[in-house]
C-alpha cells in the first residue's frame, strides 16, 4: 500500500469539521476532510433546530460563551456574503411566574457578561404584542437569535474549501492514528484503505470523536471519557406558525427545554426533548407527545389536541451523564494530552452550529 | 421483554450448548465484514445445530419483535450479514448447519445444508464422479446458505448459470418459524408458484435457507485453455460467438482482460510474466471443458483461434501445454485485484451489460472516465461471457489515493447511470446488501420495487428478517 502525504487531516465532515477545514485551506494549508458517511453533515449537523444563537446562556469565559457570541456575528456576515438562506428572526425567552422570572434577570445579567447586545427584559404585555399567541409574564427578547439553512451553509463551506485547495472525501472510516516522527499516520478503513502522513490532525467526529480517542497512539486511556447520547425529539404541527420569533422556555440542566423553532419556510418545530439513550436511534419517540403538550401548552395555550406530529430526531454527543452539569466544548490540543498536531473536539454540541466559524479560526491557529 | 439479558436467557434455554456464543474473541470477526466497510453490534450471537433449533429462534424472535441477521462464511461484499450498530439484532450463524445429508449419484444431486463450505461441497461431488459447477473466489470459507442467499455467480456462469439454476429445492425457515420443504429433487414438478425461488438471492430478508438439494453434473474430464491477444472487445465478443458453436457450447470461461491487468500484475505479482510476445490492448482467457475423457477441445480450439485470426479478430494467442502454463494463465488473471490493491486506491463496480453491448460500454464509459477524472486511469476486466464486467477505476501513478477518492460517487452516478442507459445492472453478482439499498431505490423499476416489498410484507409483516438489508419497507 502508498502512504499519502498531506499536511493537515480533518476527521469528520460535520458543519465543525467542514468550517476546521474551511478555515486550514483559507489559510493556505493543504487540507484533506475525511468523512465516515456518504454525504458531509448527516449526523449532528443534520439534526438540530437550526438555530443561530445569540450566547446568553453558557458560563463567561467558556468555549461556548466565546466561540458562540463570536460565532454569531461571523455567521450572519458569512450567510451574508455568501447568499446562504438565513433570517435574524429573533427569539423572546419566555417567564411565567415570578421564579421564572427571576431566571430571566440572571439570563439578562449572563447576556451582558458575555457581550450579546441589545438584549431586552420585557413585560408579558410587550411579549403579548409581539406574539399574540404566546403566554407568558415576562420575556427576554434577544434580537441577534436567528435561523439559517444548516444545508445550504455546510455546502458554502465546502465551496471555499474546495476552492481554496481542500479535498473531501467521503465514505471513508478512519480505523487509527500511529505517531510518528512529525505528526500521524492516519489508516482509514475498508477494501479502498490507505494510509495518510498528515503533521496536524483534527478530530472532529462528532458523534464518533470519542470512540475515536481508543484508536490514537499513545492517547492517554485515562483522559477517555464516557459519552452520553442524548436524543432530541421534534414535533411538528400541520399549519403555518403562529410565531415570527423562536420561543424559549427557562432552560433546564441538559437542554434549552421544548421550544418553538421556525425554519425558513415558516414551519414551527416542537423540540428537542432530551431522551438518554444508549445506542443511535433516530426515530421518534412518539409516546413523549403527553410531556410535549404539556411543555409546549406552557407557552402556547391554544395547541389543540392531536395537533402534534412526530418530526425528527438527532442525538447529542454529550460528555455528561442523567443529572450532571453541562460541560464546556472539550477543545484539547499538545497542552492537554500531550500528542503534538493533533486536536480533539468533544462534546460538540450546541451551539455547535453557531460556533463553527469561530472553532474553525481557533482550531486554524493551533495548526 | 426488552431485557437483553432476559432474551439471552432464553435464547440459551431455546438452544444445545454452544448454541449461544458469548466469548468476545469468537464473535468479533463475526460482527463485522469481509472488506472491513461495516461494524456491528448484536444483541447475541447464536449458532443453532439444526433446521428445528433455527425454527425455534426465529418462533421467539418474531414474536418478540427482534431482527435476525442471518450469516454464513462472512464473505459478504455489500455488507449482507453484517448486524446494525444497535445491539438490538440477533446474528445467526448457520455454521454448524453443516451435512452433507446425501449424495444421490443416480439423480445427479446433492442434499447439503447451508454451513457447508462451498470446496467441501466441490470436493465431494469430485469423489463421486460428479461435478458442482459453482465456483468463486471465496469458494474455501463461503458457505452454501450465502451462496444461494445471494445468488451469487461466479466463475461457470456463462455454461452453467447462477447459483439459483443449481438448485432443485430448498428448505427454508420463515420468519415465524415454519419450515418449508421442498428438497424433492425432482427435475420436473409443475405445481403451482414456484416458491423457493424467492429465498434465492433474497439475503436471509425472507427466510433463513437451511439446506439445500443441488444439481450436480458429469465430472469434467478434458479442457483446453487458451490466452488470447485480441484486436479489440468487439473482437472478443466475435470469438466468444464462434467459440461456443463450433465446441458445442464447451466454453466454460471466457475473460477480457486489458493490456494494464497485464502490466499490472506482471509488476506486483511475483512469478506473473507476459504469455505472448507482443504487447496488445486487449486480451481472453478462455477454457473449453468436457465431460467426456477422449474430447479433442485443443485442436478444436486452435483451429477456431487460428480461423479468428484470418478474420482479423485475433492478433496473437496461445495454447496451454501444460496444466502448469493454465495456471499461469490464470493466475494472471485471478490476480488482477491483488494487483490493482498494490498498485494503489481503486473504485470498484461490479456491473453488468448484455454481452453484445459490452464493446459499446466499455469505449462510452472509458471515454467519460478519461474526460473527467484526470487523477483516474480505466481497468475494466471480467466474465465478458456473461456480460459481467469489473468497471475498476485505479489511481494514476504520481497522484495521491485520496484524490481520486474524493471522486468516488461522482464516478459511481455517472457509471451506473450509464449502465441504466445500457439496460444493464449496477449488482451483477455481488447483491445489494446494506452497501446498495439506494442504488437499489435509484435504479430498480417501481414497478419491482413495489412488488418487493409487498412480497417482503406477506413473508416478514414483523420486519425481523436481516432488517435494513436489500429493501427498506
Given at each position: ?16 469539521g ?10 493556505g ?20 433546530s ?53 431566571v ?42 436567528g435561523i ?17 485547495g ?25 477494501d ?5 502522513e ?24 485515562a483522559?477517555?471519557?464516557k ?130 466559524l469561530a ?9 | ?13 431455546l ?6 456464543l458469548t ?15 461495516y461494524r ?57 448447519l ?34 458442482l ?13 450465502g ?33 418449508l ?6 427435475r ?67 475473460e ?10 506482471m ?15 486487449w ?9 467426456r475423457?477422449?474430447e ?17 479478430w485475433?492478433?496473437?494467442?496461445t495454447?496451454?501445454?501444460?496444466e502448469r ?13 491483488e ?45 465478458l ?30 457509471i451506473?447511470?450509464?449502465v ?13 446488501g446494506?452497501l ?12 419491482e420495487l ?24
Amino acid at each position: 500500500m502508498k502512504t499519502d502525504q498531506i499536511e493537515c487531516v480533518v476527521i469528520g465532515a460535520g458543519v465543525v469539521g467542514l468550517a476546521v477545514a474551511r478555515a486550514l485551506a483559507l489559510a493556505g494549508r493543504e487540507v484533506l476532510l475525511l468523512e465516515s458517511e456518504k454525504h458531509p453533515g448527516t449526523a449532528t449537523s443534520a439534526r438540530n433546530s437550526g438555530v443561530i444563537h445569540a450566547g446568553i446562556y453558557y458560563a463567561p469565559g467558556s468555549f461556548k460563551a466565546r466561540f458562540c457570541v463570536a460565532g454569531n456575528h461571523a455567521m450572519y456576515d458569512y450567510c451574508q456574503a455568501r447568499g446562504v438562506d438565513h433570517q435574524n428572526c429573533g427569539k423572546l425567552i419566555i417567564a411565567n411566574g415570578a421564579e421564572e422570572e427571576q431566571v430571566l434577570g440572571q439570563l439578562l445579567e449572563r447576556a451582558r457578561v458575555n457581550d450579546v447586545r441589545g438584549v431586552r427584559l420585557i413585560p408579558g404585555s410587550e411579549a403579548h404584542q409581539m406574539e399574540p399567541e404566546v403566554h407568558c409574564t415576562a420575556a427576554l427578547h434577544c434580537p441577534s437569535s436567528g435561523i439559517v439553512d444548516p444545508h445550504a451553509y455546510m455546502l458554502a463551506l465546502q465551496g471555499d474549501m474546495e476552492n481554496s485547495g481542500g479535498t473531501l472525501v467521503c465514505d471513508c472510516r478512519v480505523e487509527s492514528l500511529q505517531r510518528r516522527a512529525d505528526g500521524f499516520l492516519v489508516k482509514t478503513a475498508g477494501d479502498g484503505a490507505t494510509e495518510i502522513e498528515a503533521r496536524f490532525v483534527v478530530n472532529s467526529g462528532g458523534l464518533g470523536a470519542v470512540d475515536l480517542l481508543d484508536r490514537i497512539e499513545g492517547y492517554p486511556a485515562a483522559r477517555i471519557p464516557k459519552l452520553h447520547l442524548a436524543r432530541g425529539n421534534y414535533f411538528t404541527v400541520a399549519a403555518r406558525s403562529p410565531f415570527h420569533h423562536l420561543i424559549y422556555p427557562i432552560p433546564h440542566s441538559a437542554g434549552l427545554g421544548i421550544h418553538a423553532t421556525l425554519d425558513l419556510g415558516r414551519r414551527v418545530r416542537f423540540g428537542p426533548d432530551v431522551e438518554w439513550v444508549d445506542r443511535i436511534d433516530y426515530s421518534v419517540n412518539a409516546s413523549r407527545a403527553p410531556q410535549f403538550y404539556q411543555a409546549i401548552r406552557r407557552y402556547w395555550p391554544n395547541l389543540a389536541d392531536g395537533a402534534l406530529l412526530p418530526d425528527y430526531t438527532g442525538i447529542r454527543p454529550k460528555l455528561h451523564g442523567p443529572g450532571e452539569p453541562q460541560p464546556d466544548f472539550r477543545i484539547e490540543s499538545v497542552a492537554d494530552h500531550g500528542l503534538a498536531g493533533l486536536v480533539n473536539l468533544l462534546g460538540i454540541e450546541s451551539p455547535g452550529l453557531t460556533s463553527s466559524l469561530a472553532i474553525g479560526d481557533y482550531v486554524a491557529s493551533l495548526a | 421483554m426488552n431485557d437483553p439479558g432476559a432474551i439471552t436467557q432464553k435464547l440459551t434455554e431455546l438452544l444445545d450448548a454452544g448454541g449461544v456464543l458469548t466469548d468476545p474473541a469468537q464473535t468479533a470477526p463475526m460482527l463485522r465484514d469481509h472488506r472491513s466497510l461495516y461494524r456491528g453490534h448484536a444483541l447475541a450471537v447464536v449458532a443453532p445445530a439444526d433446521t428445528a433449533a433455527v425454527a425455534r429462534v426465529l418462533a421467539f424472535c418474531n414474536e418478540q419483535r427482534i431482527g435476525v441477521v442471518p450469516q454464513g462464511g462472512n464473505t459478504s461484499y455489500c455488507g449482507g450479514a453484517t448486524p446494525d450498530a444497535s445491539s438490538s439484532q440477533v446474528l445467526l450463524s448457520l455454521a454448524r448447519l453443516n451435512r452433507i445429508r446425501g449424495l444421490d449419484i443416480a439423480n445427479y444431486t446433492m442434499t447439503a445444508e447451508a454451513g457447508c463450505i462451498l470446496a467441501k461441497l466441490q470436493a465431494a461431488a469430485t469423489e463421486a464422479d460428479r461435478y458442482l459447477p459453482l465456483s468463486l473466489g471465496s469458494e474455501g470459507s463461503c458457505m452454501l446458505g450465502g451462496n444461494l442467499s445471494t445468488n451469487a455467480g461466479g466463475l461457470n456462469v456463462i455454461r452453467y448459470g447462477m447459483a439459483r439454476e443449481l438448485v432443485l429445492g430448498l428448505e427454508v425457515v420463515l420468519a415465524d418459524g415454519r419450515v418449508l420443504d421442498t428438497l424433492t429433487g425432482l427435475r420436473k414438478d409443475n405445481t403451482g408458484y414456484d416458491v423457493k425461488s424467492l429465498f434465492l438471492g433474497a439475503e436471509g430478508t425472507l427466510g433463513v435457507i437451511t439446506a439445500a438439494c443441488l444439481k450436480l453434473y458429469p465430472a469434467q474430464k478434458s479442457r483446453a485453455t487458451a490466452f488470447a491477444a485480441v484486436r479489440d472487445p468487439a473482437a472478443a465478443v466475435s470469438l466468444l460467438g464462434a467459440l461456443r458453436g463450433a465446441s458445442g457450447d464447451c466454453v466454460s470461461s471466457f475473460e477480457l482482460i486489458p493490456r494494464i491487468g497485464v502490466e499490472l500484475t506482471m509488476r506486483h505479482i511475483p512469478g506473473v510474466v507476459d504469455p505472448l510476445a507482443a504487447p496488445s490492448d486487449w486480451y481472453v482467457l478462455c477454457e473449453l471443458t468436457s465431460s467426456r475423457a477422449s474430447e479433442p477441445l485443443e485442436p478444436l480450439l486452435e483451429k477456431v483461434l487460428a480461423e479468428a485470426h484470418e478474420s482479423g479478430w485475433v492478433l496473437d494467442a496461445t495454447v496451454a501445454l501444460s496444466e502448469r502454463e493454465r495456471e499461469t494463465f490464470w493466475r494472471l488473471r485471478e490476480s488482477i485485484p491483488e494487483a490493482q490493491r498494490k498498485d494503489g486506491a481503486s473504485l470498484k463496480h461490479d456491473i453488468a451489460v448484455p454481452v453484445s453491448q459490452v464493446p459499446r460500454f466499455i469505449e462510452v464509459a472509458g471515454d467519460w472516465v478519461a474526460k473527467n477524472i484526470p487523477q483516474g486511469v480505466l481497468v475494466a476486466y471480467g466474465h465478458l461471457g456473461d456480460g459481467n464486467l469489473h468497471f475498476n477505476v485505479n489511481q494514476r501513478a504520481g497522484t495521491q489515493a485520496f484524490q481520486l477518492q474524493a471522486v468516488s460517487q461522482k464516478v459511481q452516478r455517472a457509471i451506473h447511470d450509464l449502465v441504466r442507459e445500457f439496460g444493464g445492472s449496477f449488482s451483477a453478482e455481488h447483491g445489494i446488501g446494506q452497501l446498495k439499498v439506494f442504488e437499489l431505490e435509484r435504479y430498480a423499476p417501481p414497478v419491482e420495487l413495489e412488488l418487493m416489498r409487498t412480497i417482503k410484507k406477506a413473508l416478514d409483516p414483523n420486519g425481523i428478517m436481516n432488517p435494513g438489508k436489500v429493501i427498506r419497507t
